[in-house]
């Protein structure tokens, strides 16, 4: 989609009724290229047409309908006025909508980021109980606030991890169970999005969670990985919750014993992160 500045002219307001309407009929659809490449040329209108669009395009996006919400995301993304902002923070929890709302969102650069984190601290006092996947609610609202480099964006993850680990209890539990405010974020998705920004200013933070697990935990093998990630200038390397998954469950170790030891699997942990825990000086 290219973005252009629209100006009204006669006739528009039905054209972008009819281009909206459009959109709704593939929704429900099962994919089909020729299907996409129509979907691509009615976004591409919509978003020549530019800001007369945006009050219907954020009514078909508030509708959270596949496929034509996912355009009209990229749409509003690709014209970039500010109206669109809030609607698509509110969309970024949904699960088949929220990775077009995060890209739409981090076109605006740091202007969105306050309403992604009022989005976040929403969702934190008023935390969803019941579900699968309840700890990844708030992944597309963490990963916006992590890919988009800015002083708010650090300031509110430290303070976010810093909170979490203040309401950590002692004994071992299942986050996504315990009756606590922060059962809707992923305490290793949260680090991630804190490598992500790639500030220094977030190891302090990181290095304090750290120390609450003993050196054998995967929490603080994670930890040390991202602080060592920030260090070294690695944004992009790995994904820590499902690092964290084959830390603590080794999908080859599983294999290997399922096979009764024919595999010949070895840990390797140390060949692949070793590194990140030569150095930690402050």
Not at 26 to 45: Q, T
Not at 225 to 244: F, N, S, V
Request: proline share 6%; with cysteine.
């Amino acid at each position: 989609m290219t973005k252009k500045e629209g100006r009204p002219r006669k006739g528009m307001g039905e054209e972008i009724k009819s281009l909206t309407e459009e959109l709704k009929k593939y929704d429900g659809m099962d994919y089909s290229e020729k299907g996409e490449e129509e979907l691509k040329r009615i976004g591409n209108k919509l978003v020549a047409i530019g800001k007369p669009a945006v009050p219907q395009l954020i009514e078909v996006l508030n509708e959270h309908k596949w496929q034509s919400s996912w355009y009209a995301a990229d749409a509003l993304g690709e014209i970039g006025d500010r109206r669109a902002i809030p609607p698509l923070a509110d969309a970024i929890e949904e699960p088949e909508l929220g990775e077009n709302a995060k890209k739409a969102l981090k076109k605006f650069g740091p202007v969105c980021v306050p309403a992604v984190i009022k989005k976040v601290e929403y969702r934190i006092k008023n935390p969803i109980k019941e579900g699968r996947g309840i700890d990844l609610i708030t992944a597309y609202a963490l990963s916006t606030i992590g890919e988009i480099r800015c002083d708010k964006s650090v300031e509110f993850l430290n303070k976010l991890l810093d909170d979490y680990m203040s309401e950590m209890p002692d004994e071992a539990f299942d986050p996504t169970k315990r009756d606590w405010k922060y059962r809707n974020i992923d305490f290793f998705h949260l680090l991630n999005c804190m490598v992500k920004q790639q500030d220094k200013r977030a190891i302090p933070h990181i290095r304090k969670a750290r120390d609450f697990f003993p050196e054998n935990y995967t929490d603080y093998k994670m930890c040390q990985i991202a602080i060592g990630r920030i260090k070294k200038g690695r944004p992009d390397e790995g994904y820590l919750p499902l690092e964290a998954l084959e830390s603590a469950l080794p999908s080859g170790a599983i294999m290997d014993a399922l096979s009764g030891g024919k595999l010949g699997w070895k840990d390797t942990f140390d060949e692949e992160y070793g590194e990140y825990f030569e150095d930690d000086e402050e």
